[in-house]
C-alpha cells in the first residue's frame, strides 16, 4: 500500500527561527511527484513545494526548501525565517496515478 | 495556479434535506476534479474523482447514491448531497488538475452543518 507518514503532529517555532517538518512515504513507484501543502486557518489548502522523483535537485520556493532523500523515501520540509503567517497546518503528500496520498498532517505554531 | 471557487461557502441544513455544493475553475481547464471531505484536525479524505462528461469514481466506503457528483464542463462540478444527516456534517473541499499536469489546486471548501 502506498502511505505517507508525517511523525510531527504539532511543532513549534520561534519567529525568525528555522523550522523542518519531517514526512516519509512507501511506494514501489519510480516516477512520481511529492508535494506539501499548508492549511492555515482559514482551511485554504495552499500549495507550497513540489518534487519531482526523476529530479534530483531539491526544490526551493522562497523561504521554503526540501531535503528529498529518494532512496531513504523522505521528503522534508524546511522553513527558514519563520513567520507568523506561516502558522498552519502543514500536509506532506505523493501523487500515485489518479489521486493525491495525504500524510496525517503537521501543526505549525510560529510564536512572536 | 489555478483559481477555484465554492459555493456555498458554509450552508445549515435540516435533517433529510439535499444540499448542492458547486465547485468552479476560474481560469482553468479542469479535466479533473476530485472532491474531499475533511474532519476538524484531520487529514484529507478523497470521497471521488471526476473526469469532465464521465461518470465519477468513488472510493471505498462512499456512498454514490448519497454523494452525487456531476461534472458536466471543464469549469464546474456538484455535489449533492442527498437526505443529508447530521454525520453527514463537515468540511468538504474540491480540487482540480488539467491533463498532463499532476498537480491539484483546492478550492477554499464548505463547511456544511446538518441539524
Known amino acids: 500500500a502506498q502511505t505517507v507518514t508525517q511523525s510531527q503532529p504539532e511543532m513549534s517555532v520561534q519567529e525568525a527561527e528555522t523550522v523542518t517538518l519531517s514526512c516519509t512515504y512507501d511506494t514501489s513507484e519510480s516516477n512520481y511527484y511529492l508535494f506539501w501543502y499548508k492549511q492555515p486557518p482559514s482551511r485554504q489548502m495552499i500549495l507550497v513545494i513540489r518534487q519531482e522523483a526523476y529530479k534530483q535537485q531539491n526544490a526551493t520556493e522562497n523561504r521554503f526548501s526540501v531535503n528529498f532523500q529518494k532512496a531513504a523515501k523522505s521528503f522534508s520540509l524546511k522553513i527558514s525565517d519563520s513567520q507568523l503567517g506561516d502558522t498552519a497546518m502543514y500536509f506532506c503528500?505523493?501523487?500515485?496515478?489518479?489521486?493525491?496520498?495525504f500524510g496525517q498532517g503537521t501543526t505549525l505554531q510560529v510564536k512572536p | 495556479g489555478a483559481v477555484v471557487s465554492q459555493h456555498p461557502s458554509w450552508v445549515i441544513c435540516k435533517s433529510g434535506t439535499s444540499v448542492k455544493i458547486e465547485c468552479r475553475s476560474l481560469?482553468?481547464?479542469?479535466?479533473?476534479m476530485f472532491w474531499y471531505r475533511q474532519f476538524p484536525k484531520q487529514s484529507l479524505m478523497l470521497m471521488a474523482t471526476s473526469n469532465e462528461g464521465s461518470k465519477a469514481t468513488y472510493e471505498q466506503g462512499v456512498e454514490k447514491d448519497k454523494f452525487l457528483i456531476n461534472h458536466a464542463s471543464l469549469t464546474l462540478s456538484t455535489l449533492t448531497v442527498t437526505s443529508a444527516h447530521p454525520e453527514d456534517s463537515s468540511f468538504y473541499i474540491c480540487?482540480?488538475?488539467?491533463?498532463?499536469?499532476?498537480?491539484?489546486?483546492f478550492g477554499p471548501g464548505t463547511r456544511l452543518l446538518v441539524l
Open positions: 481560469d482553468f481547464q479542469a479535466t479533473t
Open positions: 480540487s482540480v488538475k488539467t491533463s498532463g499536469e499532476e498537480t491539484q489546486y
Open positions: 503528500a505523493f501523487i500515485t496515478p489518479g489521486k493525491l496520498i
